[in-house]
């Protein structure tokens, strides 16, 4: 099973960019389909983006279509999510987690292995 690490996360000015990156252990991080889930306090935790084992098909909520881009680099084991544009409604927890398999979910439950999540704060 892998272990997932997030970094990047920080202060910005809204319209600035931001990227975080989602650092795996072990060999198998190329068998899981990920995700990029938020949390903004007092609500649930939220689907932004995943892709699948592969990193040929990605999918996106429709609050940041347009704006954030989620890719992999399976050689390095890591996975990133550019964020441009940047709302202060983009505030929040950003968490990636891993499923077992090729295909992705925009549901967290389905997701297996979550990181210790990076605090992304977006000033107006």
């Known amino acids: 099973q892998v272990q997932l690490v997030e970094s990047g996360g920080g202060l910005v000015q809204a319209g600035g960019s931001l990227r975080l990156s989602c650092a795996a252990s072990?060999?198998?991080?190329?068998?899981?389909?990920m995700g990029w889930f938020r949390q903004a306090p007092g609500k649930e935790r939220e689907f932004v983006a995943a892709?699948?084992?592969?990193?040929?098909?990605?999918d996106y909520a429709d609050s940041v279509k347009a704006r954030f881009t989620i890719s992999r680099d399976n050689a390095k084991n890591t996975m990133y999510l550019q964020m441009d544009s940047l709302k202060p409604e983009d505030t929040a927890v950003y968490y990636c987690?891993?499923?077992?398999?090729?295909?992705?979910?925009?549901?967290?439950?389905?997701?297996?292995?979550w990181g210790q999540g990076t605090q992304v704060t977006v000033s107006s």
């Open positions: 987690a891993a499923a077992s398999g090729t295909y992705y979910d925009t549901r967290a439950g389905a997701y297996d292995v």
């Open positions: 072990g060999r198998t991080f190329k068998r899981y389909a």
């Open positions: 892709s699948t084992s592969g990193g040929g098909r990605t």
